[in-house]
């Protein structure tokens, strides 16, 4: 393969502090100038155009860093293994299927499809020392690199943070693991369900008197995948003063102590044992859960006294108002069972879709409980563009989950498609790595790349 000293252009929509310290071009590195300067305004004014991450995750708690990361405009380098890929592309069905005459096999994953969009995909075996070779070069050209291997696997590829630190000082260098770095669980493997367990979260969930549960979807994953990813940008604001990169060690263990939040403030305060699973009532707040309605379910939040007066007018009873057993919160609590049981026996007398209109405009929080299909069609989630459709290559439209932050002088967004497995590895290969076309095809025919 061919050496090359490199340079990452500084057109408009890059800005020189955030950028690794590159040397000067060949006449060859002009070519990739342009790429870079198409890519950026591709990606238009969007918070991180210009910055790219080598993205050596898989799964979803790191797939989902790196999307939230290409969402805001990073060019996301995944690299994949060459014939497996990532593991959630055999994770179906269902399978967004392949249009005839593109590809065998079901199709795409739609849980790879979920974490993935706005990507390239590399496919490279890092096992050959001529993938480390690549890895290596890419490391040049990148910003951040984040992986999610259990602590030390990468050090027997020279992929490790002291390795790359010495290739690219400037290098944000982002570790994703089950439980840490450091400490007795360090080597432990850690998937979402299992610090969950751990770490509290499933002791707290499911209803009062029912066995502990997992949460529906794998949230602990994904407020580590939304950690990482505002620690990347701070480490890259931190660069841009202090010129150096950073190693960063993000631990779902961590991150899911931290979001038992007020619960864990509670016990540290009280020195007491929690009070357990609690449905979807709360332990502090009356009214606040699910009752039953005629034809289903719907929460409601009384969460203080004039709330609650809008509630007891809203069900035709405002004696309740002044009931003596109720007129305050703490009282409410106190006497949650009496009060809860008077509110469903009012529920039942109506459709859900009837206590909705009776409550609209009155203040009052509210909600139906709708399942995935109904939250996908709601009025207010099309009105916020959260559903929008891309063509894929080998599967046609389809229809993805938006990104969820609006800015007033930005469009992120879903700019290209999940890649399919090794669709831009010629193209990397041959503008970042600066490899020529019988380099790459050697790569392939040797296992390499695909």
């Not at 996908?376 to 959260?386: D, K």
């Amino acid at each position: 393969m061919k050496s090359f000293l490199t340079l990452r252009s500084l057109t408009k929509g890059y800005n020189p502090l955030l950028l690794p310290n590159h040397g000067l071009a060949s006449a060859a590195r002009w070519r990739s100038f342009a790429t870079d300067a198409a890519s950026a305004q591709a990606a238009g004014n969007l918070p991180l155009a210009g910055i790219r991450v080598l993205d050596m995750t898989r799964v979803l708690a790191g797939p989902y860093c790196t999307q939230i990361l290409g969402d805001l405009g990073a060019e996301i380098i995944k690299v994949e293994h060459p014939t497996r890929g990532d593991d959630t592309r055999a994770w179906g069905p269902p399978f967004a299927k392949y249009k005839e005459g593109t590809k065998e096999g079901p199709g795409e994953s739609a849980y790879y499809l979920a974490v993935n969009r706005n990507k390239k995909s590399l496919g490279l075996s890092f096992a050959h020392e001529s993938g480390i070779e690549i890895l290596h070069k890419l490391v040049k050209e990148c910003d951040v690199l984040v992986e999610n291997y259990i602590p030390g696997a990468l050090k027997k590829y020279k992929m490790d943070y002291e390795t790359l630190k010495a290739i690219n000082p400037k290098l944000i260098y982002a570790s994703i693991t089950g439980y840490g770095q450091t400490g007795p669980y360090s080597q432990r493997a850690g998937y979402d369900v299992m610090v969950e367990a751990e770490m509290g979260l499933m002791h707290i969930t499911g209803s009062r008197d029912g066995p502990p549960v997992k949460v529906g979807v794998a949230v602990t994953d994904l407020t580590t995948g939304l950690y990482t990813s505002n620690a990347i940008m701070a480490a890259l604001l931190g660069r841009a003063r202090t010129g150096k990169g950073q190693w960063i060690d993000s631990a779902l263990s961590d991150c899911q102590v931290a979001t038992l939040s007020n619960l864990a403030s509670s016990a540290l305060i009280s020195g007491e044992k929690d009070s357990g699973r609690w449905g979807t009532a709360h332990p502090s707040i009356v009214p606040y859960r699910a009752y039953k309605t005629k034809d289903g379910d719907i929460l409601l939040g009384g969460g203080n006294d004039r709330l609650y007066g809008v509630l007891c007018d809203s069900l035709g009873h405002p004696e309740w108002k002044a009931d003596e057993r109720f007129v305050s919160n703490n009282l409410r609590v106190k006497n949650r069972e009496v009060l809860d049981k008077m509110i469903e026996d009012k529920t039942r007398e109506k459709t859900t879709q009837e206590w909705l209109e009776i409550l609209e405009g009155s203040g009052m929080p509210y909600s139906a409980i709708n399942d995935i299909q109904g939250t996908l069609n709601h009025s207010h989630v099309q009105a916020r563009g959260m559903v929008t459709e891309i063509d894929h290559p080998t599967c046609g439209p389809m229809k993805l989950v938006n990104t969820p932050i609006k800015y007033s002088d930005a469009t992120p967004g879903v700019r290209t498609p999940p890649p399919t497995l090794g669709q831009h590895s010629d193209e990397v290969l041959r503008d970042l790595v600066n490899l020529g076309e019988s380099d790459i095809s050697q790569l392939k025919k040797d296992g390499v790349v695909a």
